[in-house]
Structures are given as C-alpha cells and as structure tokens.
C-alpha cells in the first residue's frame, strides 16, 4: 500500500519528441504527488507537482496528468531535448500530517540530439 | 539565499569505522528528512526530524544508525560500525511546513565503505 510503482526504468527520446513517465499509487489517502528531476551527481530538484483535485497541470513544456480513479499519474515532457537528460522521480505524499514522500524508482532519460 | 547544506560531500570510511553526515537547512526551516539512495536505485526515506524531536524513523536501519536535529547546530546522521551496504549517496532534504509540501534537497553526502 505504500509503494509507488514507476515505469519505464529507462528511456531515450530523440530530440524534439515526447517522453512519457507513469507512476501508480496503491494508499487513496495519498493527496499530493510532485515529480522530482536529478542530474549526476546532484540531489533531486523539485519539477512540477499537483494534487488530485485537478486531471492536469502544465509549467512550460512539462505536464502532469493526474487519473485519481485509475491511481495514476504521469509526467509529459513535451519537445525533448538533450538537456533534459536526467533521472526522474515521482514521489507520494499526504498534505499535513507527519506522513513521508514516497519514490518512485527512478526513469532513467536520456535525450538523443 | 543558501540553500540546504550538507558536508561532507564525499566521505570514505574503513569496515567498523564510525561515518558523521551532516546537513544544515534552508534558512527558516525547521523540518529535515534524510534519504539514502542506493546504486541505480530511488530515494528511500530514514528519518523525518524537527528540532530537538525524531517524528517519524520507520526507514532507519534498527541497528547502528542514529540522527539528531539539536535546536543548534546542523542534523547529523550517524553510522556506526559501517558496512559495506552502507555505501551510497544519502540525501538531506528540508522545509518549513512538513512532510506533505516541497523538499528541498542538498547535493547529498557519497559514502564509499572500503
């Protein structure tokens, strides 16, 4: 109940193109899911994040989709470029409370240009 | 603004010696969370910390791994007796509302265990 379950492990994109992540969560008392981007050697740094109150949120070219029904939620980056070549991370967590984040295993992208 | 500190970046340690991470927060806040991230693997969650308080360590090995936030000065996670498996990057994380808001990471602290 308290994993949250990331595919792909691994992804190239070419240049240009859209990199889909997904993430399923199994707790419902889940209410806030932020995407966290880390490069080599660096900690993770927050991306985008939304809460189940809304399907979608877009900040520039990346988007989340969020099916509250379904328990998944998905990261969109939209014209790929090498740049964002970095490892993923979907996270879970409860607003308020003491409840911890809880991570995704990681999306490993690698953008081709 | 500085942003969350941790030192030292890189750390290595012989079997059975004794590894000191600290991590000193963003300004202001006073809620700190340590991860431990494996070779090729996700952030796993140790411990979640205000200060002078341990609120949460359902992710803390029960053995030979301790941390304190003192209401001055930086958190310190402390391993004892390191291992080989104890060998990763661990990541210090804060904020100033709790768990279910952003987190803020610092660069992390590499621990090789020789």
């Given at each position: 109940q308290q994993q949250v379950k990331q595919s792909p492990q691994s992804l190239i994109v070419q240049k240009g193109g859209i990199s889909i992540i997904n993430c399923a969560y199994e707790?419902?008392?889940?209410?806030y899911f932020p995407w966290y981007q880390q490069f080599p050697g660096k900690g993770p740094a927050l991306l985008i994040a939304i809460r189940p109150d809304v399907s979608e949120k877009k900040e520039g070219r990346f988007t989340i989709s969020f099916n509250k029904s379904a328990k998944q939620f998905s990261l969109h980056i939209m014209?790929?470029?090498?740049?964002?070549?970095a490892t993923y991370f979907c996270a879970a967590s409860i607003i308020g409370g003491t409840y911890k984040y809880i991570f995704g295993t990681g999306t490993r992208l690698k953008v081709l240009a | 603004n500085a942003g969350v500190m941790q030192n030292p970046r890189h750390l290595v340690r012989r079997r059975g010696q004794e590894a000191r991470l600290r991590c000193s927060p963003m300004k202001g806040h006073s809620h700190v969370y340590w991860y431990r991230q494996l070779p090729e693997e996700g952030l796993k969650f140790m411990v979640y910390l205000q200060k002078e308080n341990i609120i949460d360590e359902s992710g803390m090995p029960k053995e030979r791994f301790s941390a304190e936030f003192p209401k001055e000065g930086p958190s310190i996670l402390r391993i004892q007796?390191?291992?080989?498996?104890?060998s990763a990057a661990y990541f210090c994380a804060s904020n100033s509302?709790?768990?279910g808001y952003e987190q803020y990471f610092g660069p992390g602290t590499r621990l090789t265990v020789t």
């Open positions: 707790n419902t008392a889940f209410d014209d790929s470029q090498p740049g964002d070549s | 007796q390191v291992v080989r498996g104890d509302a709790g768990p």
